[in-house]
């Protein structure tokens, strides 16, 4: 079993930053990782994920805005947000799957957090 926890979520005003982290714990620190995220009334989607070997992948709509990156010390992913955008808004989970590669499936993933609030003000 592994238990995911995120931290970080907050308001912030549009072009400003956010961290975000997600601690693991368990039996086994997940190989892949992956942010997701939920805005009201709209299907969760992917934001950006990364495998052991920290190779990552990210959604169009963030790609130079936010950075994944993971130290598998701390058993510990972090999403770094920047040049928020309104638009930014939602619901973000951190999630892992202890076998495979990279993946913008939600499906792919068998562990889930709880989610934290990510607000952008304009």
């Known amino acids: 079993q592994v238990q995911l926890v995120e931290s970080g979520g907050g308001l912030a005003q549009a072009g400003g930053s956010l961290r975000l982290s997600c601690a693991a714990s368990?039996?086994?620190?997940?190989?892949?990782m992956g942010w997701f995220r939920q805005a009201p009334g709209k299907e969760r989607e992917f934001v950006a994920a990364?495998?052991?070997?920290?190779?990552?992948r990210s959604a169009d709509s963030v790609k130079g805005r936010f950075i994944i990156s993971r130290d598998n010390v701390k058993d510990t992913v972090y999403l770094q947000l920047n040049s928020l955008k309104p638009e930014d808004t939602g619901v973000y989970y951190c999630?892992?799957?202890?076998?495979?590669?990279?993946?913008?499936?939600?499906?792919?993933?068998?562990?889930w957090g709880q989610g934290t609030q990510v607000t952008v003000s304009s």
């Open positions: 990364i495998d052991f070997t920290s190779d990552t």
């Open positions: 999630a892992g799957r202890t076998s495979g590669g990279l993946s913008s499936w939600p499906v792919d993933y068998g562990y």
């Open positions: 368990g039996r086994t620190f997940p190989l892949a």
